[in-house]
């Protein structure tokens, strides 16, 4: 199946600072999701991107969706002690055939972020 | 508006037994879904509900796992004849209108078989 490939895998930041981290396939995507997950508890929905070349905001939240359609960036501006958590990135499959989407998702292994304040 | 509500919260269940696991979608939403976490991983997807219909299933959907959701409201997860490896978070997550890809999820329902 379609895998989504996040990176970094972690990343300790001072607090201030800016962070990015993506999210690549091998396939396409027509959809890109962001997600926050704080522990013991659900993923949280940050950003969503329909539209390849789309940037869109959210707060200190800026997200793009890849020209490729293949990948997609988060970055954080002016790191705080609360964006601690993991950061996921996640997609509904296209079927390569049809071109279809599916409404189960495909998520990456995550992106853990650390802030020394 | 209320969000997406799972219970119980936390499980803690010996080897063979069933259990089983409610979600309480978003009101106004007619798409359920359910995902299983491990450590390590992000969700992976077990199956999904428009209204009372199950559309899709996962093949990590043994025939030891049923889901229902009778009135195309709230929905269950039975587990049986549990194993330790089902021992994970397992994640509600509901969606409707226009956002249809847009999935909020639950707090999850935390799964220990001893």
């Known amino acids: 199946g379609q895998q989504l490939n996040q990176s970094p895998q972690s990343m300790f930041i001072q607090e201030g600072e800016d962070v990015s981290m993506n999210c690549t396939s091998s396939?396409?995507?027509?959809?890109w999701l962001w997600y926050k997950q704080d522990p013991g508890e659900g993923p949280v929905l940050l950003i969503a991107l329909y539209k390849a070349g789309e940037l869109t905001s959210n707060g200190r939240l800026t997200a793009q969706f890849g020209i490729t359609r293949k990948d997609s960036f988060l970055n954080i501006s002016a790191s705080i002690p609360s964006d601690v958590g993991i950061y996921f990135c996640?997609?509904?499959?296209?079927?390569?055939?049809?071109?279809?989407?599916?409404?189960?998702?495909?998520f990456g292994k995550g992106t853990k972020l650390s802030v020394i304040p | 508006d209320t969000g997406v509500s799972q219970n119980p919260r936390h499980k803690i269940t010996k080897r063979g037994q069933n259990v089983t696991f409610r979600c309480d979608p978003i009101s106004e939403h007619n798409r359920l879904y359910w995902y299983r976490q491990t450590l390590g991983q992000g969700p992976e997807f077990l199956t999904y509900f428009q209204n009372e219909a199950q559309l899709e299933k996962s093949r990590l959907l043994s025939d030891r796992f049923s889901a229902e959701r009778p009135k195309g409201s709230f929905s269950t997860l039975e587990i049986q004849r549990t194993e330790q490896g089902d021992s994970a978070m397992y994640l509600c997550a509901s969606s409707g209108g226009q956002g249809f890809y847009e999935q909020y999820f639950g707090p999850g329902t935390r799964l220990t078989v001893t």
């Open positions: 396939s396409i995507f027509n959809t």
């Open positions: 996640a997609g509904p499959p296209v079927d390569p055939d049809s071109g279809a989407g599916s409404y189960q998702l495909t």
